[in-house]
């Protein structure tokens, strides 16, 4: 899942601020599934983001900021404030393994709930749902409206057999055709122009798009009708890993992030991390399995060399962000590599390994008249 996030931290979001709101904002939180880098406005001439556009240049844009490659697990950062490999959580839930993000955690609308904030959700959630205990109303939001798993119809809100489309626990069906990025861009401007300015909000709204399946109403296409390829921190809790980034955020100051897990998953053998600099893969790589081409690139021909794909890998970003050069074995890298494999040994232990579970019959939508239905497990 490579994500685009639009933070919205404002006292004056339904008007003039008040002292009231200067202490507590308003928190608008819109997480884009699925967008890539090169799939928005300021990054790429060929794509037209106008509102997207609005919000980043009028804010910060981080051109180093990074989330995990999948749906769940970065999810799970974002509303934990852990890495996934610390929760069991570095992969993609399965709508029919009875799996879920731990009960145990505090979750962020948990928390702001804790200040006085009225939270609510509005689109996918993608972290557990065979209990209801898993689900957003159970986790800090005072309301839900969306889907819980992490792929469906657009219009139908089906997937595979079942609809998966709720408001609150209540499944619904007056949806069926609509567009799910209409409907809950309206569920979001209805709760904000319903809201009491003098009570706290936080919205999270997680878009479905622009993961797969790849569905657009016909008016969307026409704005992209000269693309001819159609298919292209103060005081933290302890144990966290989020780091207070307001400095940089408002003021520019510099990250007080110096290092970042991508990943450490030892059922998939997989693991990765960043340090300053450099960033280190090891053990299996993940599938490219969803990268797609920008829609104005041309083929270019016939490849004379292949690249290297065996790893481990060593990259300095800031001098090679395309990742061409594995610096790995080169002998004037070999004490930055030790080092950072000597902290990914020290990170390991700390790892909860992802669930090896099998599939569930009683998950099955037919069960419980073609809905995916909560509260199997």
Not at 93 to 102: E, F, I, Q, T, V
Not at 293 to 310: C, N, V
Request: negative net charge.
């Amino acid at each position: 899942m490579a994500v685009v996030l639009f933070l919205a931290i404002v006292g004056c979001f339904f008007g003039h601020g008040t002292a009231q709101d200067t202490a507590k904002p308003h928190i608008l939180l819109i997480v884009a599934d699925d967008l890539g880098w090169s799939d928005v406005s300021w990054n790429n001439p060929y794509v037209v983001t106008p509102n997207l556009h609005t919000l980043a240049t009028t804010g910060v844009i981080f051109n180093q900021t990074y989330a995990q490659p999948t749906c769940s697990p970065s999810r799970t950062a974002l509303l934990t404030g852990k890495f996934p490999f610390r929760l069991g959580m570095q992969r993609v839930m399965d709508s029919k393994k009875p799996h879920g993000l731990p009960l145990d955690e505090e979750l962020l609308p948990q928390k702001l709930k804790k200040l006085g904030y009225a939270t609510h959700m509005v689109g996918k959630w993608h972290l557990g749902s065979c209990k209801w205990e898993y689900t957003p109303t159970e986790r800090g939001f005072d309301s839900f409206y969306g889907y819980h798993h992490g792929s469906q119809d657009y219009y139908t809100h089906k997937s595979a057999r079942g609809l998966d489309f709720w408001d609150g626990k209540t499944s619904i069906s007056d949806q069926n055709g609509v567009y799910s990025t209409e409907s809950f861009a309206t569920r979001a401007e209805n709760i904000i122009s319903q809201h009491d300015p003098n009570t706290p909000l936080f919205l999270y709204l997680p878009f479905q798009s622009v993961h797969t399946p790849h569905q657009v109403p016909s008016s969307y296409l026409q704005t992209f009708s000269t693309i001819q390829d159609d298919n292209r921190k103060s005081i933290l809790d302890p144990g966290l890993d989020g780091k207070n980034m307001w400095q940089s955020i408002s003021t520019g100051a510099d990250s007080p992030r110096n290092e970042f897990v991508y990943d450490i998953d030892s059922g998939a053998n997989r693991y990765a991390i960043r340090i300053g600099d450099y960033k280190l893969v090891t053990g299996n790589r993940a599938p490219k399995d969803d990268w797609y081409a920008p829609a104005e690139m041309q083929q270019m021909g016939i490849l004379t060399e292949i690249a290297d794909d065996t790893g481990p890998f060593l990259f300095n970003i800031k001098e090679d962000p395309l990742e061409k050069s594995n610096l790995y074995n080169a002998a004037e890298y070999a004490s930055i590599q030790r080092a950072m494999r000597r902290r990914l040994n020290e990170l390991k232990p700390f790892e909860v390994p992802f669930p090896d579970l099998a599939d569930d019959p009683a998950a099955d939508p037919s069960n419980y008249g073609n809905v995916w239905m909560p509260g199997w497990c």
